[in-house]
């Protein structure tokens, strides 16, 4: 008589049982976004509003009053799409960290695999993200919007590091803050960060000139090689390439000026590296300390 395979108690077998219990995992979407519009007048017309708002502050803040609309073509453009994979990000990651925890209830009561709540996270996250990029593409397609190929697969490549690298680290602090709950505070603060440590409100030739003015040629090209080596930037990058270029007129020309060099040879194929590195560092950590789960809970 065949014997099923014995598993230790409070562990499962990581993403795979995730792909394997996609009926839980719509559930689980389904249930958060039930929960979070449950009383809202506008329901899942906040996925508009509030980015809505947030690129209105912006686009005065620094398109009128600092100049930028003078400096960068179709800047509203420019900046809507690293917004909306900002935006994406943040509240991927946000959610994600807060999954384990708050779903505690359900963790203590019933076994099932603990990697479906980040990941249910992020995806409900995707849901919000999907009414962003139309938005976006409808201003593409009046600024002019002409993509190739190429541009479609840059922004295919930018969501998916962007996925990724919520995933892991969502999996990471989801994990880790059972046991801290300090950790949130830590995650709030790495996603101020984030708007304002990826081009989303400015150009990358910004930060090479103003790292080479401050540290010199040398130590400047260091620092500036270590900023465009953040998969988040290299993320937004990507957007920039697929949706602003092509309704811009100088950067057909002069495409180094517009995009980082080797933005597709060299930075995308570091950026799903790194974002899959994270990925497993994430999974290897969460299944470390899942064990414990249900008594720390």
Same mark, same amino acid.
């Given at each position: %008589?065949?014997?099923?395979?014995?598993?230790?108690?409070?562990?499962?077998?990581? &993403? +795979?049982?995730? $792909?394997?219990?996609?009926?839980?995992?719509? $559930?689980?979407?389904?249930?958060?976004?039930?929960?979070?519009?449950?009383?809202?007048?506008?329901? #899942?017309? @906040?996925?508009?509003?509030?980015?809505?708002?947030? =690129?209105?502050?912006? @686009?005065?803040?620094?398109?009128?009053?600092?100049? %930028?609309?003078?400096?960068?073509?179709?800047?509203?453009?420019? #900046?809507? /799409?690293?917004?909306?994979?900002?935006?994406? =990000?943040?509240?991927? &990651?946000?959610?994600?960290?807060? /999954?384990?925890?708050?779903?505690?209830?359900?963790?203590?009561?019933?076994?099932?695999?603990?990697?479906?709540?980040?990941?249910?996270?992020?995806?409900?996250?995707?849901?919000?993200?999907?009414?962003?990029?139309?938005?976006?593409?409808?201003?593409?397609?009046?600024?002019?919007?002409?993509?190739?190929?190429?541009?479609?697969?840059?922004?295919?490549?930018?969501?998916?590091?962007?996925?990724? &690298?919520?995933?892991?680290?969502?999996?990471?602090?989801?994990?880790?803050?059972?046991?801290?709950?300090?950790?949130?505070?830590?995650?709030?603060? #790495?996603?101020?960060?984030?708007?304002?440590?990826?081009?989303?409100?400015?150009?990358?030739?910004?930060?090479?000139?103003?790292? =080479?003015?401050?540290?010199?040629?040398?130590?400047?090209?260091?620092?500036?090689?270590?900023?465009?080596?953040?998969?988040?930037?290299?993320?937004?990058?990507?957007?920039?390439?697929?949706?602003?270029?092509?309704?811009?007129? /100088?950067? +057909?020309?002069?495409?180094?000026?517009?995009?980082?060099?080797?933005?597709?040879?060299?930075?995308?194929?570091?950026?799903?590296?790194?974002?899959?590195?994270?990925?497993?560092?994430?999974?290897?950590? =969460?299944?470390?300390?899942?064990?414990?789960?249900?008594?720390?809970?």
């Amino acid at each position: %008589m065949a014997t099923a395979e014995l598993m230790t108690p409070g562990f499962g077998g990581g &993403l +795979r049982d995730v $792909l394997r219990s996609r009926y839980l995992l719509r $559930l689980l979407v389904a249930k958060e976004l039930k929960v979070r519009y449950r009383g809202s007048v506008l329901g #899942l017309l @906040w996925s508009y509003v509030k980015p809505g708002v947030q =690129f209105i502050v912006f @686009w005065f803040a620094l398109g009128i009053f600092l100049g %930028m609309n003078r400096n960068t073509e179709n800047y509203p453009i420019y #900046l809507f /799409s690293g917004i909306v994979l900002i935006n994406y =990000f943040n509240e991927a &990651l946000g959610n994600a960290a807060r /999954s384990i925890v708050g779903n505690g209830g359900l963790i203590k009561k019933i076994y099932l695999p603990r990697e479906l709540f980040p990941v249910a996270s992020v995806w409900v996250s995707a849901v919000h993200f999907v009414p962003q990029l139309v938005v976006l593409l409808i201003a593409c397609v009046i600024g002019g919007w002409n993509p190739g190929p190429v541009q479609l697969a840059a922004a295919v490549a930018g969501f998916t590091i962007v996925t990724l &690298l919520a995933v892991g680290l969502g999996l990471f602090f989801g994990a880790v803050n059972v046991y801290f709950r300090d950790s949130e505070n830590f995650v709030d603060m #790495l996603l101020m960060i984030a708007t304002w440590a990826s081009p989303v409100l400015y150009s990358w030739t910004m930060v090479r000139d103003g790292l =080479f003015d401050a540290f010199g040629a040398s130590t400047g090209g260091v620092l500036h090689t270590i900023y465009q080596a953040n998969p988040l930037t290299i993320a937004v990058e990507l957007f920039h390439f697929a949706f602003w270029m092509p309704t811009t007129t /100088s950067p +057909r020309t002069d495409q180094l000026q517009a995009v980082p060099p080797d933005i597709l040879d060299l930075w995308t194929p570091i950026g799903i590296a790194t974002a899959i590195v994270v990925l497993i560092v994430g999974q290897f950590t =969460f299944r470390r300390l899942e064990g414990r789960f249900a008594q720390e809970l």
